[in-house]
């Protein structure tokens, strides 16, 4: 059974920052994309990072270049997101996602969209306020 539990989320005022983790169970974070996304109230869920397992290739969306860092630790089965200078704009529900589908993949890299994703988390709540 493919499992995530997103975790860390919380309030945090501007230029704050969170460590986000994604714990998996039956994934191999040798062979499976993780990526998260994020979602604000009234807007789409969002790709805001990946990491592909084939070649360890990221993706990060534009508004967070610079300042988040997805990493894995495989012996863990985990997937961090740290958030460094957070932003009102970065609140929403963060969710991951993971897949092991070769399309998931290649996509990873390059802004993957959410329907790609079978597996999802929960969510954990990451509020940006001052």
């Known amino acids: 059974q493919l499992q995530l539990v997103e975790s860390g989320g919380d309030l945090v005022q501007p230029g704050g920052s969170l460590r986000l983790s994604c714990t998996t169970s039956?994934?191999?974070?040798?062979?499976?994309?993780i990526a998260w996304f994020r979602q604000a109230p009234g807007k789409e869920r969002e790709a805001v990072s990946c990491?592909?397992?084939?070649?360890?290739?990221?993706y990060y969306a534009a508004s967070v270049k610079g300042r988040f860092t997805i990493s894995r630790d495989n012996a863990k089965n985990t997937v961090y997101l740290q958030m460094d200078n957070l932003k009102p704009e970065d609140t929403g529900v963060y969710y991951c996602?993971?897949?092991?589908?070769?399309?998931?993949?290649?996509?990873?890299?390059?802004?993957?969209?959410?329907?790609?994703?079978?597996?999802w988390g929960q969510g954990t709540q990451v509020t940006v306020s001052s």
């Open positions: 990491i592909a397992a084939s070649d360890g290739s990221t």
């Open positions: 039956g994934f191999t974070l040798n062979y499976d994309a």
């Open positions: 996602a993971g897949d092991r589908e070769p399309l998931v993949q290649a996509m990873c890299g390059m802004n993957p969209g959410a329907p790609l994703f079978t597996s």
